[in-house]
């Protein structure tokens, strides 16, 4: 398998984590709401997929930018 490596700064890296939880989240309704087995299915299993990127880059990232990290509030301080 190969791998990609890519270096982000905070900012770019928020971004990534906020697309992939919002994912996460359409994901998880997806297969929560679906009648549709297949649908299910399918969406499950890219569902386990995303998490096995998601949680351990959310850990990563949490640990060294703070948990304001995943913070996607878009109020004025």
Same mark, same amino acid.
């Given at each position: 398998? %190969?791998? &990609?490596?890519?270096e +982000?700064?905070? %900012? *770019? +890296?928020?971004?990534?984590?906020?697309?992939? /939880?919002? +994912?996460?989240?359409?994901?998880?309704? $997806?297969?929560? $709401? %679906?009648? #549709?087995?297949? *649908? /299910?299915? =399918?969406?499950? @299993?890219?569902?386990?997929?995303?998490?096995?990127?998601? @949680?351990?880059?959310?850990?990563?990232? /949490? !640990?060294? &930018?703070?948990d !304001? /990290? $995943? #913070?996607? !509030?878009? =109020? *004025?301080?």
């Open positions: 398998m %190969s791998q &990609f490596k890519l +982000l700064a905070e %900012s *770019e +890296l928020k971004y990534v984590l906020e697309g992939l /939880i919002a +994912l996460e989240q359409q994901m998880a309704e $997806t297969c929560e $709401t %679906s009648d #549709d087995p297949d *649908e /299910i299915a =399918d969406v499950g @299993n890219d569902l386990v997929e995303l998490r096995l990127l998601l @949680n351990p880059l959310k850990e990563r990232a /949490i !640990s060294q &930018f703070g !304001s /990290i $995943t #913070d996607f !509030s878009r =109020d *004025e301080l």
